[in-house]
């Protein structure tokens, strides 16, 4: 677990505006604490930019997207291009969340074209899996995380193995204040790192799905556990600060 540092990555979602950024970053500048995990937030789009302005002003901070384009640039109306994100000095990107697996219809085979073309514009990666209720309650977690991984992850350059993390998001468990138990977290977290096929004791597997500050610390015991993808507790200074402070 020592090969991992401890990432705490906030998902913003649709919110935010720049009201609510700027008291963000105003509280984390007043907590002047080092911060000892890796803080990453993902932003709309539209926000990143002033985004990196402002995380620059408090150090630590990288800041990513949520989502990208599967190609670098064309007739693509409405996407965000990796290329250009890599080209703002962009650090990461989100793939394969659930919202785009179930509301935008974003289908293993897309999410592996996205991964591949986000590597090749070296940003990093954080491609996500998980289960439903109903796949849960018939016995095919597994079943439904190794397709996640085997096609999503397909092809996967040996030498950009290091940019990828994965993220286990149990779909139940997003935004429900229905959180997985430690153990039920990483027996996942278990299953995942034996499927990886590159860098197995390097990779970060970040668990989401409400986490919160009193939740946390359980999580981040297990061995395989090694952050955690935040959405409603990110949003608030007091509450991600204190998410990283735990880790
Ligand atoms: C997420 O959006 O990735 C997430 C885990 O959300 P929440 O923390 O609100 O459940």
Not at 10 to 37: A, R, V, Y
Not at 73 to 84: D, I, V, Y
Not at 152 to 164: F, R, T
């Amino acid at each position: 677990k020592n090969l991992r540092p401890i990432h705490i990555v906030g998902n913003w979602k649709m919110n935010q505006t720049m009201h609510e950024i700027s008291e963000f970053f105003i509280e984390m500048t007043k907590m002047k604490m080092e911060l000892k995990c890796k803080a990453w937030i993902a932003p709309q789009a539209l926000h990143i930019a002033i985004l990196k302005e402002m995380a620059f002003t408090t150090g630590s901070i990288q800041v990513g997207a949520q989502n990208c384009a599967e190609v670098d640039s064309g007739a693509l109306t409405g996407e965000t291009s990796p290329l250009a994100l890599a080209d703002m000095g962009v650090e990461f990107v989100i793939i394969g969340h659930s919202e785009r697996r179930t509301i935008y219809g974003e289908k293993n085979e897309l999410l592996n074209q996205k991964v591949l073309n986000a590597l090749k514009n070296d940003l990093k990666v954080i491609y996500c899996v998980g289960e439903t209720l109903a796949e849960r309650e018939a016995n095919d977690t597994f079943k439904v995380i190794e397709e996640q991984l085997n096609v999503g992850l397909h092809n996967l350059p040996a030498d950009k193995a290091h940019l990828v993390l994965i993220a286990y998001e149990p779909v139940w468990a997003i935004g429900t204040g229905k959180v997985a138990s430690a153990e039920q977290a990483e027996e996942v977290h278990a299953f995942i790192r034996g499927k990886l096929e590159h860098l197995k004791d390097e990779t970060v597997i970040l668990y989401g799905g409400s986490v919160k500050p009193d939740n946390i610390d359980s999580l981040l015991r297990k061995d395989n556990i090694d952050g955690a993808l935040v959405g409603g507790a990110s949003l608030k200074a007091k509450d991600f600060r204190q998410l990283c402070s735990i880790a």
